[in-house]
């Protein structure tokens, strides 16, 4: 009687653990996806390491073509976020940036990707920072910002607030 009721225990101990394992696991891949995201996004302001501008708008081009091809709208927007990029941050010219990250947000916006979509929102308000619309670009911050609250990712929040930080510093905040 008495090891009976120590394996039931033992075994509502292996299910509990379990369960615990699975539940407090699943945030986690969330968090290394979103911090992957995170190193993405902010490769494109690194200055060291970068292939020719011609280069990556090629390669980037090329993941938009094979995305289409495959019909993968996931991959489809994220291809259309870095062709936006390399425009805002190697090429200069906003008007491409923006274009493809309205692209891009139209897609992830259809889909849902509330995680996509906050680098989406970050990177458009970079676009109107670069041009000094600064209430633009904070008011798309703010958005990634709301947006980001129900991803509970406190390394993207930081990522926004830094941002929202240059934007009011740039104003003389």
Known sequence: MFFTKVMQRLFYCK???AILVLVFSLPVYALQ????D???YESFFQEEKRNTVENA??????KLNQAV???????EAMALKEIALIHLTRTFNYDSAIKFLVQALAIEDLLQRKD????TYLAIAQVFEKVGNYPKGTEYLKLALLLNESQHNRA???????ELGKINASKGQ
């Open 69 to 75: 091809k495959q019909q993968d709208q996931i991959a």
């Open 57 to 62: 708008l090629s390669k980037a081009n090329s």
């Open 38 to 40: 995170i190193a993405w």
């Open 116 to 119: 996509k979509l906050v680098f």
């Open 33 to 36: 996806d979103q911090e992957s």
């Open 15 to 17: 299910i509990g653990y």
């Open 156 to 162: 993207v929040d930081a990522l926004i607030l830094n």
